[in-house]
């Protein structure tokens, strides 16, 4: 995945451990291997496939349940490093790259670009990521294909106007004095210089407070990909700006990528939900 420029986290194995699960589980309830269990000839062979079952299932509803507790989920992060022998390191924020290194990204990313072009047009290996693949596949000379990318980036937000009375502010007054001009010898110039006007110029405030770090995410759009007799367009799609908050919690949506609770605030004095 690193190879492929994608960003790994202790997150992201518990997400492969849930998606293991349900797969487990999925090939446990079909009918023909649920027959077989249950004709299983050595009583304790089913009994032991049963109850694998049954803890694979409290253990992903306990997984997914959005109250859970965070120690739960740091624990069975901590077992999967540990199972993995993975760990934990601050990546390098300045990597210098051969040509050859280079080269060689380059080629793994065109590979699996084309490697899922080449899968989306044959309905053996879309059997777990669309309904239908044989309607998927007929119809795929309509399929747009997407490209998304995640740019972080700071923001620096500038001090505004605040409101002074008028005993800070007094009236600007200029200064007039003579120096020696630079281009001819001997000639003395007027210089004029004015006070910023402001009786208290300084106040107290934190530097981090004026940055943000937020994520932009782009998308490219290419059309007529699968269409042999048209040439692919490209254009972009509508940008989406993500910043930080309280309200974009990962702990309130599910695996459909649905809110679980509904959530109302106020921006600016108006409400939203």
């Known amino acids: 995945m690193r190879q492929h420029g994608k960003y790994i986290d202790a997150v992201d194995l518990e997400d492969y451990l849930r998606h293991c699960m349900q797969k487990y589980l999925d090939e446990a309830s079909k009918p023909g291997v649920a027959q077989a269990i249950e004709d299983a000839q050595m009583g304790s062979m089913a009994a032991k496939c049963a109850a694998r079952v049954e803890a694979a299932k409290r253990e992903l509803e306990r997984l997914r349940n959005p109250k859970s507790r965070d ?135 934190k530097g981090e407070g004026d940055r943000f770090r937020v994520t932009l995410e782009m998308c490219q759009m290419v059309t007529n990909v699968f269409k042999p007799t048209k040439a692919p367009e490209v254009k972009h799609g509508r940008p989406v700006l993500v910043v930080p908050g309280a309200h974009g919690r990962l702990s309130n949506i599910d695996d459909k990528g649905l809110f679980i609770e509904d959530e109302v605030f106020h921006v600016k004095k108006k409400r939203r939900r």
């Not at 003395?188 to 405030?205: I, L, P």
Request: net charge positive; glycine share 4%; with cysteine.
């Open 71 to 205: 120690k739960v989920h740091e624990n069975r992060q901590q077992q999967l490093m540990r199972f993995c022998g993975a760990r934990l390191r601050r990546p390098q924020r300045l990597t210098t790259l051969t040509l050859n290194e280079e080269r060689g990204r380059w080629q793994c990313t065109l590979q699996a670009y084309d490697r899922l072009l080449w899968e989306a047009m044959r309905p053996e290996f879309l059997q777990e990521k669309v309904l239908d693949p044989e309607k998927f596949v007929a119809e795929i000379e309509d399929v747009v294909v997407c490209h998304a990318d995640q740019v972080p980036c700071w923001l620096r937000i500038g001090s505004q106007k605040q409101l002074y009375r008028a005993a800070e502010v007094r009236k600007r007054k200029r200064h007039e004095d003579t120096i020696p001009h630079l281009s001819e010898p001997g000639a003395q110039a007027v210089r004029t210089t004015g006070e910023d006007g402001m009786a208290q110029t300084r106040q107290t405030a």
